[in-house]
Nanobody
Framework: HVQLVESGGGSVQAGGSLNLSCAAI????????MGWFRQAPGKEREGIAT????????YYADSVKGRFTIPEDNPKNTVYLQMNNLEPEDTAIYYC????????????????WGQGTQVTVS
């Protein structure tokens, strides 16, 4: 079993930046994908960034490409979401996910989820 512990988030004005972190605890050797999803009020959850752990290959949704990055600290089993030039449309609950599978997509590999953290852009 793997537990994901998220931190960060909060409120920021449009154009600002925020950073989220997600630490994987437990049997992390079964993982090859970690990523970030978000769910805005009244909308479905969408994938926004994934990373193949160890290889550091990253993938982004068009909505965040060029503004968000997903660096990782592999020895700490931690991934981050660095969010720049935030827009009100980025307001959502952000979830970390981890699992094993094809990391260049946003489904099929999400076995474990974080608790979610609120990001509000005004």
């Amino acid at each position: 079993h793997v537990q994901l512990v998220e931190s960060g988030g909060g409120s920021v004005q449009a154009g600002g930046s925020l950073n989220l972190s997600c630490a994987a605890i437990g049997k992390t050797n079964v993982l090859n994908c970690m990523g970030w999803f978000r769910q805005a009020p009244g909308k479905e959850r969408e994938g926004i960034a994934t990373i193949i752990t160890l290889l550091h290959n990253t993938y982004y949704a068009d909505s965040v490409k060029g503004r968000f990055t997903i660096p990782e600290d592999n020895p700490k089993n931690t991934v981050y979401l660095q969010m720049n030039n935030l827009e009100p449309e980025d307001t959502a609950i952000y979830y970390c996910a981890a699992g094993r599978g094809a990391c260049d997509r946003f489904d099929g590999w999400t076995n474990f989820w974080g608790q979610g953290t609120q990001v509000t852009v005004s």
